[in-house]
């Protein structure tokens, strides 16, 4: 018999019944609710690590993917693109109309891109240059393993080369040109007028052109020379050597010099002497027209120079002590390179540093146009610190496990793996970030933007004059606004949050900080 109250009834009063159209509406209305609570696309929405679109201090935009592995930011909240990077294999910045720089498996590879010029290079492995001449030409050379040298020269002829079986390359090094076979049998360089040819390198040599003939059948004997600079003779190189350098100048001013090596060598100019014994270990210098003297040994475990103002002086006991002075720079090492202290003196600033590899890294920097100071600190592998007084340049991160100076490749693409907290400050901008991006602070005069992965997020800012603030809760589903006007209160949801526009609200103040609470002024 039919029981109207049993689940199979089309009368049946549950109204989660299967089938019935209560639940499809409810459904239905779920949906709806939903979508019309999504943040949309030009509004933040904090998912950290796994996505994350912000607006930053100073009204760019950034997408985060991946804990900060993928980073992508636009000029303002436009689609321009002016830096991304996939850390740490590459990364791409803009730096102009079409002038770019990139960094490919950071440091081995760059790229440089400018409306002239493109060099892109991957050590060792490979090199390419291309150039834009004024009058429309286009050269370009490639350096690559294995070996390879392919360029375009300006008169439009294409020159090859394959070491060491053959070819023709031009400008390279420091040579002009240079063209080889079956290299170390043959080859002929040009450089500065001068044309050399080697048979079997370095044996056999002789030069012609500018500067005059110059011959070697090595080691037995060589003779170089350039006419007017000097004139260099070498007997089984490198037991006995003689050299007339400095021809251009006065007597007074040239120097002759030769050794019976390693035992003894002399060397005169003027009337400065040096003589060297058993080198590199032993050698002294006099000149007693300055009173500059020098002495090694043994070298380079203990040095000691001075006598003449003009000239720098050292005292070396390596690796217990050394002390140098010269050029603006003063600098002891104890316990080399353990420790050092060291002040630099110049036109435009005068510094202070203190290093105790590879735990404490601090130097103070103060210029002498405006007395301002620029301080740096790193106590490894703990923290770092930097501040710029002049341009309100402010870092701070932790842990520092970069043992070295401030090497900005490695902060670009390796600390965010292992920083646990970084800020930032540039001018008015200023910049919070936890490892990973779960948490975000993004500070400008407008707009003081806090967040924690979608859990929790506040945005404070002038409105009509007066400090509002918004806060957003449980991935956007909860958000109120607090403040002036009559809309403060609950706002619409704005799932996954915080729902925040990514164009910030441009303060109405011409100094904001005045009229913000003290809390949310700028560190």
Known sequence: ??????????????????????????????????????????????????FTHLSLAGGDSEIELAGGMVQVRFEGVSDQVKYWSLRPFYSWRKLGPERSFSWI????GTRKLSPTESVT??????????KTHPDGQVTWSLLTLPGIYWAKTLDGRVVRA???FGGVVEHFFSFDRADFVLFPLYARTQRYGRTTYHFLWPFFSYSRGSGGPAWRIWPLVIHNQWEGRYNRWSALWPFFTWQHNGLSKPEASQQRAWMLWPLYGQSRRGEARSWTVLWPFFGYTTDPKSGFWAWDGPWPLVVFQGGDPERAVR???????SYYRGDGLTSRYFAWPFYNVRLEESAQFTKFTRYLFPIWHGWTRVSK???????????????????????????????????FWRMEFVDEHYSWMWELWTETREFERYHQRSWLGLWRREQDLDEDRRSLAGLWAHRSYLRQGQPTGETSLLFGLIRWRSGPGQ?????TPAFP?????????????????????VGNRLP
């Open 487 to 491: 809309d403060s209160g609950l706002m």
């Open 315 to 321: 005292r070396r006991v390596w690796p217990f002590y």
């Open 369 to 403: 146009e405006n007395g301002l100071a620029t301080t740096w600190h790193k106590l490894w592998p703990l923290y770092r610190t930097y501040h710029n007084r002049e341009t309100a340049e402010v870092l701070r991160a932790f842990p520092a496990l970069n043992p």
């Open 162 to 164: 394959w070491f060491p």
């Open 497 to 517: 949050g915080p729902g925040w526009p990514l164009e910030r609200t441009p303060s109405e103040l011409e100094n904001m900080e005045s009229a913000v609470p």
């Open 121 to 130: 290079q991957i050590l060792p492995v490979t090199r390419y240059a291309e």
């Open 1 to 50: 018999m039919h029981q109207p109250n049993s689940p199979e009834s089309p009368h049946s009063p549950l109204p989660f019944g299967a089938g019935s159209v209560p639940v499809r509406r409810v459904w239905w209305l779920g949906w709806v609710l939903l979508l019309a609570s999504c943040a949309g696309p030009r509004t933040e929405r904090h998912l950290a690590p796994f």
């Open 105 to 108: 498996l950071p440091p081995f």
